[in-house]
Nanobody
Framework: QVQLVESGGGLVQAGGSLRLSCAAS????????MGWFRQAPGKEREFVAA????????YYADSVKGRFTISRDNAKNTVNLQMNSLKPEDTAVYYC??????????????WGQGTQVTVSS
């Protein structure tokens, strides 16, 4: 089992920045690819960003490319999502997830509880 706890969400004005963090515990963190997803009210959960076990490979949704950066620290068992130039359409609950293999689909094995990000216009 892997336990994931997100933090760093909040309310920010459009154009601002937030940094989300996800702390992992349980099994060996470096064995898992990590991803961030989000779900807005009335919408399906969507892929935001993913990072490989070593951190060498990253993938982003087109809607966040150039604005968001995913990173991980295997020594600290954390994965972060730096979000810049935020837009009202980025408002959602953001979820951290862990998977045995890197994917941009929701086929992740473990999920956190989510953290709310609200961007005001």
């Amino acid at each position: 089992q892997v336990q994931l706890v997100e933090s760093g969400g909040g309310l920010v004005q459009a154009g601002g920045s937030l940094r989300l963090s996800c702390a992992a515990s349980g099994r060996t963190f470096s064995n898992y690819a990590m991803g961030w997803f989000r779900q807005a009210p009335g919408k399906e959960r969507e892929f935001v960003a993913a990072i490989s076990m070593s951190g060498a490979r990253t993938y982003y949704a087109d809607s966040v490319k150039g604005r968001f950066t995913i990173s991980r620290d295997n020594a600290k068992n954390t994965v972060n999502l730096q979000m810049n130039s935020l837009k009202p359409e980025d408002t959602a609950v953001y979820y951290c997830a862990a998977a045995w293999r890197l994917t941009t689909t929701p086929a992740y094995d473990y999920w956190g509880q989510g953290t709310q990000v609200t961007v005001s216009s």
